[in-house]
């Protein structure tokens, strides 16, 4: 295969590769968000990490004995409640959320595709996206097929390997995802002073909310960019290696005790 994007692909590719018998393909299916993401990272970044995870992984797949994989276009229209009106953020309902992913897995299903990975970068997305999952268990999206859902800001813990401030949104973090997956973040200083967080209230539709500076970072104190950048690597490595993992053991896990 010249790709492993759905959307460089021809309708003649995809009919070949499933129809080669050798291994089984599904998809990946990157979810974001286009969300405020503090002075250092893009509106995109969520997503970009979302989708660079799931380009890694699907290229990981090319070599494995039993597992292909195509990675979809983006998800990247979700909830982010509480950032509604700061600048350049687009918040859609739970409910927007829940239908498109239902419809499209359920879209993309009618193709014999063997199984599904979501890629999800956003943490507000994490209740509709574990709802896809057991509609795929149960066959409620038109047929029984395995979703592994691979929640991104999961894996957070890796950063303390390298001594990243915690509070992850728009923080070390972040930057150091974005950095890797995205390979554009570069030091900067568009912010020239920093500001405390603000109180926020504590529960946005029962969800629990962490207060964020005007600036959109949950950390006391500015990122160090510096830092992020030079442990860039070797953290989206670690993480990329524990996402194939875990999608490899899920799936395998499935497959030997399913008639499919």
């Given at each position: 295969m010249d790709s492993i994007r759905l959307d460089e692909l021809t309708a003649l590719d995809v009919e070949r590769l499933l129809s080669e018998g050798k291994k089984k393909y599904g998809i990946f299916l990157p979810v974001g968000?286009?969300?405020?993401?503090?002075?250092?990272?893009?509106?995109?970044?969520?997503?970009?990490?979302?989708?660079?995870?799931?380009?890694?992984?699907?290229?990981?797949?090319?070599?494995?004995?039993?597992?292909g994989?195509?990675?979809?276009?983006?998800?990247?229209?979700?909830?982010?409640?509480?950032?509604?009106?700061?600048?350049?953020?687009?918040?859609?309902?739970?409910?927007?959320?829940?239908?498109?992913?239902?419809?499209?897995?359920?879209?993309?299903?009618?193709?014999?595709?063997?199984?599904?990975?979501?890629?999800?970068?956003?943490?507000?997305?994490?209740?509709r996206v574990i709802e896809a999952s057991i509609a795929g268990a149960q066959g409620a999206l038109g047929r029984r097929i395995p979703i592994v859902i691979v929640n991104i800001y999961e894996l957070s813990y890796f950063g303390g390997d390298f001594d990243l401030c915690p509070g992850s949104h728009a923080g070390e973090l972040e930057i150091a995802l974005y950095n890797y997956y995205a390979?554009?973040?570069?030091?900067?200083?568009?912010?020239?002073?920093?500001?405390?967080?603000?109180?926020?209230?504590?529960?946005?539709?029962?969800?629990?909310?962490?207060?964020?500076?005007?600036?959109?970072?949950?950390?006391?104190?500015?990122?160090?960019?510096?830092?992020?950048?030079?442990?860039s690597h070797e953290l989206g490595r670690k993480i990329d290696e524990k996402v194939l993992d875990l999608i490899t053991s899920n799936l395998d896990t499935y497959f030997s005790n399913w008639i499919c």
């Open positions: 968000c286009t969300e405020q993401h503090g002075p250092d990272l893009p509106i995109g970044c969520d997503t970009a990490i979302a989708r660079g995870a799931a380009n890694n992984a699907a290229r990981n797949f090319i070599e494995h004995q039993q597992y994989a195509i990675v979809l276009p983006d998800l990247a229209y979700t909830p982010s409640p509480g950032a509604e009106a700061t600048m350049g953020t687009i918040s859609v309902s739970f409910d927007f959320l829940g239908k498109s992913l239902s419809e499209v897995l359920t879209a993309s299903l009618k193709t014999p595709w063997q199984f599904v990975a979501v890629f999800n970068g956003h943490a507000h997305n994490h209740g390979k554009q973040c570069r030091e900067t200083s568009r912010l020239g002073g920093w500001t405390s967080p603000r109180s926020r209230p504590e529960k946005i539709y029962g969800l629990d909310i962490l207060p964020r500076s005007n600036y959109g970072v949950l950390s006391e104190k500015r990122p160090d960019m510096t830092k992020s950048l030079a442990v």
